[in-house]
């Protein structure tokens, strides 16, 4: 039985569902590890050389603790699988799933276009 994902294509007026063939692809968030520390500091950055002292210094067992995996939660990604379903493009067939899968697509690369625009305005103090 092959599995399948929806994913939402939008339009200038819809939100249109398409249901595409899936695979199981590693996290890209926590690298196939399933679990993640981005909840201790609020941008995900981990600590710079000082934060990280200080908090050793509070806390003597605290860097034992942190390599050691104590402050690790699920990924929020993958839920903690360590895996996500993505489209199988190469199980794409027909020429109305392979436009509906060039318009989501030309929609990922718009959406990560947006992020690394707000990601340097964020650097820029915007």
């Not at 200038?12 to 981005?38: L, M, Y």
Request: charge should be negative; aromatic fraction near 10%.
């Amino acid at each position: 039985m092959r599995t399948s994902i929806i994913v939402p294509i939008y339009t200038n007026r819809d939100q249109i569902d398409v249901s595409f063939p899936a695979c199981w692809a590693i996290c890209p968030a926590c690298e196939g590890n399933a679990t993640t520390t981005r909840h201790i500091e609020c941008d995900g950055g981990g600590f710079t050389a000082s934060e990280f002292a200080e908090a050793c210094h509070e806390d003597e067992d605290f860097a034992e603790k942190y390599f050691g995996g104590a402050y690790d939660r699920p990924c929020p990604d993958c839920k903690g699988l360590g895996r996500i379903q993505v489209i199988d493009e190469d199980a794409v067939t027909g020429w109305r799933e392979r436009i509906f899968l060039r318009a989501f697509q030309a929609q990922e690369r718009d959406s990560r276009a947006i992020d690394a625009i707000q990601a340097a305005e964020r650097r820029m103090g915007a």
